[in-house]
């Protein structure tokens, strides 16, 4: 017949072995335990199974190559993608924090070719850069609206001058003289010289 | 070393093309031609008179307006007093020379600027006489 404390206790002594119990239960146990040689017994007993039972599926499982498993589980793990804006928030935070010295660099070597460029151009271009470096006017194209009767006649002087006259009376412009000068526009309503 | 590069260019294209944005200044000044005899002209319009005279010796030559106008692509209206409106446009600025586009209707006129000389527009008619618009490199 067993006594009574035993017979609180047996039911607890398995978790006690598998360390299920709390820190109170655990106590308690330890103080039976310490009095009760047969559930003391008993708790040897479970650790001692315990242990076999621990070697054999060790056994078991060093039978089996483990060296991949860990490539082959994060080979299975898709990343999550951040969305774009934190990402590139990212980036840009990481940009800053770690190359920040290659950002001054860019802008400082971008405002050195700007100012270079633009002294260039005032220097180098200084003469015709304001587009005159033609040296007279030319008239390139004289058009009039087709519903215009008016007939375009264009001059040039010696001194440069371009002159573009929109005379009404074609007759009038044909007869004007001087013919050897004018570049009359042989179309009536479009030309190009 | 590349991305910095890489940065400094994407920088100066927007840039570059900012600076090179063409404007050219041109003077343009109207002027009223009529037949009346006039005392005295000054010496623009005298040499204005002596160009025209292949076409039209006028006997006055009146300067309206002038003005020195920023010419780009954009087209810039010029209101004429006789109601009429001339535009002008920068068609291109290749190595220098600027060539310009004028409209005063009915006419539409491409022409290259020059160092030298003036382009003289006639602009229709205005009171009495003959409106024209001249443009040349401004004085100064």
């Known amino acids: ?193 | 070393m590349t991305r910095a590069l890489a940065l400094s260019a994407a920088l100066l294209v927007p840039l570059a093309a900012l600076a090179q944005e063409a404007v050219v200044p041109v003077q343009a000044d109207v002027v009223l031609g009529t037949d009346k005899v006039a005392k005295d002209l000054t010496p623009p319009m005298k040499a204005m008179q002596a160009a025209l005279a292949k076409k039209k010796r006028y006997g006055t030559l009146q300067l309206l307006s002038s003005q020195v106008l920023k010419v780009s692509k954009k087209s810039l209206a010029l209101a004429l007093p006789n109601q009429k409106s001339a535009e002008l446009s920068l068609e291109s600025l290749e190595a220098g020379v600027a060539t310009v586009r004028v409209k005063v209707p009915p006419a539409d006129t491409t022409s290259k600027l020059g160092a030298e000389g003036s382009l003289y527009v006639h602009a229709g008619k205005h009171e009495t006489g003959d409106l024209w618009l001249v443009l040349s490199r401004p004085k100064g």
């Open chain 1, 1 to 193: 017949m067993k006594n009574p404390a035993r017979k609180h206790f047996e039911p607890k002594l398995s978790p006690y072995v598998d360390g299920e119990l709390s820190p109170e239960e655990r106590q308690e146990v330890e103080r039976h335990l310490a009095v009760d040689k047969e559930s003391a017994a008993q708790v040897a007993d479970f650790r001692a199974a315990s242990g076999l039972v621990r070697l054999a599926l060790e056994a078991e499982a060093d039978k089996e190559d483990w060296s991949q498993f860990a490539n082959q589980v994060l080979a299975r793990v898709t990343p999550e993608k951040a969305p774009f804006f934190e990402r590139l928030s990212a980036s840009v935070s990481e940009f800053f924090e770690y190359r920040r010295g290659t950002f001054v660099a860019a802008m400082a070597g971008a405002a050195a070719a700007l100012t270079v460029a633009v002294l260039g151009m005032r220097l180098l271009g200084a003469p015709s850069a304001d587009g005159y470096a033609n040296p007279k006017v030319e008239v390139q194209l004289v058009s009039v609206e087709e519903s215009s009767t008016a007939h375009p006649v264009v001059l040039e002087t010696d001194k440069g001058d371009a002159i573009i006259w929109v005379g009404e009376d074609e007759d009038a412009a044909k007869k004007s003289g001087e013919h050897h000068e004018e570049l009359e526009i042989d179309q009536p309503h479009q030309g190009e010289l």
